[in-house]
């Protein structure tokens, strides 16, 4: 059996429906070692041999799939995170709440903190919810 733990690029690609591209395995890697969420800027800087339309085609494909998804931020610089297992292809089931280090200016998925219930007035009708929390992350609350 293959061990499930082990996220690899190639085998997301295909469970996403997605044909293995060179260009495809590498942003994806790119993804799978951050640790968080990255930028399109983010992007073409750690791999300077792709070209900007590229880099957004493939951003694009892989939030249609739903292999990542977005995280809106307040210098309206999108940022993108994986998802986790649940989510497919126009389906995304990504409840939790996203933190803004404002210090190191990294960005996280609080995988574990769901976005808290809100109760609407009448008649409204909740698709999405997104929360960004921001604040200083648990590396750089650490005196020194
Ligand atoms: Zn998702
Ligand atoms: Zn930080
Ligand atoms: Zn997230």
Redesign the pocket.
């Known amino acids: 059996m293959m061990s499930s733990s082990a996220k690899d690029a190639r085998a997301l690609l295909k469970k996403h429906a997605l044909s293995v591209t060179e260009g495809r395995l590498r942003i994806l890697e790119l993804f799978l070692r951050a640790g968080g969420a990255l930028s399109h800027a983010d992007v073409e800087k750690a791999d300077t041999t792709f070209d900007r339309v590229t880099v957004y085609r493939t951003l694009q494909s892989f939030v249609e799939k739903g292999l990542l998804h977005t995280i809106p931020t307040s210098e309206n610089n999108v940022r993108y995170a994986l998802c986790n297992d649940a989510c497919t292809t126009h389906r995304h089931q990504d409840d939790h709440v996203h933190f803004v280090?404002?210090?190191?200016?990294?960005t996280v998925c609080l995988d574990h903190v769901a976005v808290p219930a809100l109760l609407l007035p009448a008649g409204f009708v909740s698709e999405q919810v997104q929360v960004v929390v921001h604040g200083?992350?648990?590396?750089?609350?650490r005196p020194r």
């Open positions: 280090c404002d210090v190191c200016r990294k200083v992350c648990d590396l750089c609350a």
